[in-house]
């Protein structure tokens, strides 16, 4: 009878394979069969832990021999599988205080100009479509809601050019000015953008806003800033609409207004 390695036998060679092949479900079964009483075991300890939980209560300073017990059997077992068990991690998010946002410093107030100005110590209130009168009662009362800004920006005029004569924009100024004398804070009045390509009318209306608010800031301790001699005759920092600064204008105009 030849060996059962032989290479001559087909038949011996399958009865090999099928022999290591029932060796190895037998090592898998030994091993389902420990890994059986290793979880009887825990359900034991934990089911003498919960019928001795009175007497802990009593004694918080008792030992717990059968909660060692599950986890020494715990550690054994991920051991012998060459792994390490992780810690229970809820998936509930934990609630975190909420940092305070800090009040700002500085109060930038206007029309649609000035819709893309962000800094981190400034808030911006952006009115579309808003003007001198429309934006004097904003200030009193955003004031109130802000009492530790320290500054005020206000840009404002553009939507009453094309309307008003320049007598009656001049007054409404004036009321501005006299709501904010005893508001405690430093005033910036931005002056206004020349527009582009708008019509000669209209820009020369601009030009004399902007020349007359030069002088009226002198008068009511305001600080102007001057915008007209920096976007003049620029149509890169210009929107299709001659009116709104494009994003080069609008950093610029940033730049220029509130980190100055």
Not at 210 to 234: E, P
Request: hydrophobic share 40%.
């Amino acid at each position: 009878m030849p060996p059962l390695t032989s290479p001559g036998c087909d038949g011996c060679l399958r009865l090999t394979q099928r022999i290591s092949e029932l060796e190895g479900r037998m090592s898998t079964l030994y091993q389902l069969r420990e890994e059986e009483q290793i979880i009887d075991s825990m359900v034991v300890a934990v089911g003498l832990a919960a019928s001795s939980a009175t007497a802990r209560e009593m004694d918080s300073t008792v030992p717990l021999p059968c909660a060692d017990v599950a986890a020494a059997s715990t550690t054994e077992h991920w051991s012998r599988l060459g792994a390490k068990p992780k810690a229970l991690v809820s998936s509930t998010p934990s609630a975190s205080p909420q940092t305070p946002t800090p009040s700002p410093t500085t109060l930038v107030i206007g029309d649609s100009i000035i819709r893309n100005v962000r800094r981190k110590s400034a808030k911006c209130f952006c009115f579309p479509g808003a003007k001198v009168a429309d934006i004097t009662e904003k200030c009193i009362s955003l004031l109130a809601k802000y009492p530790r800004a320290r500054s005020i920006i206000i840009h404002i005029g553009c939507n009453n050019v094309p309307e008003q004569g320049s007598e009656i924009l001049k007054q409404d100024f004036l009321k501005l000015f006299d709501s904010l004398k005893d508001c405690g804070r430093r005033i910036f009045i931005s002056g206004p953008l020349p527009p582009f390509k708008r019509g000669c009318e209209r820009f020369s209306r601009t030009l004399a806003l902007h020349t007359w608010l030069q002088s009226a800031c002198a008068m009511h301790n305001a600080f102007f800033i001057d915008n007209f001699n920096l976007f003049w005759n620029r149509p890169s920092f210009y929107r299709n609409d001659g009116i709104h600064p494009s994003a080069l204008g609008g950093l610029l105009f940033l730049c220029h207004t509130v980190l100055s």
